[in-house]
Nanobody, 126 residues
Framework: QVQLVESGGGLVQAGGSLRISCVAS????????MGWFRQAPGKEREFVAT???????DYADSVKGRFTISRDNAKNTVYLQMNSLKPEDTAIYYC????????????????????WGQGTQVTVSS
């Protein structure tokens, strides 16, 4: 059974930094694209970043240049380093794995990811 557990969220002032983590179990971690998504109050969940099994990264335009996704296959962990945080980054952040092993495309609809962790709350104060 695949399980994903996010951690590291919290309250930070605008301009600050935070690193969140997601530990995966029950899967061949290194074979999957891993993604971070977020859901702000009253909004739909949206794509933030992905990192492929080969290390290729993709980012939403809203976070490009501020966020960095990385992975440690030895620890089955994916990270999201968030710098220059803005109040509009406030959301619950979720990690998920792509449903296909060794996916090499560059299109990441939410429906192609799962299961989802419980999320970790990130709040950025102004």
């Amino acid at each position: 059974q695949v399980q994903l557990v996010e951690s590291g969220g919290g309250l930070v002032q605008a301009g600050g930094s935070l690193r969140i983590s997601c530990v995966a179990s029950g899967l061949s971690f290194r074979a999957y694209v891993m993604g971070w998504f977020r859901q702000a109050p009253g909004k739909e969940r949206e794509f933030v970043a992905t990192i492929s099994w080969s290390g290729r990264t993709d980012y939403a335009d809203s976070v490009k240049g501020r966020f960095t996704i990385s992975r440690d296959n030895a620890k089955n962990t994916v990270y999201l380093q968030m710098n220059s945080l803005k109040p509009e980054d406030t959301a619950i952040y979720y990690c998920a794995r792509h449903l296909r092993t060794y996916y090499s495309g560059s299109y990441y609809p939410e429906a192609d990811f799962g299961p989802w962790g419980q999320g970790t709350q990130v709040t950025v104060s102004s």
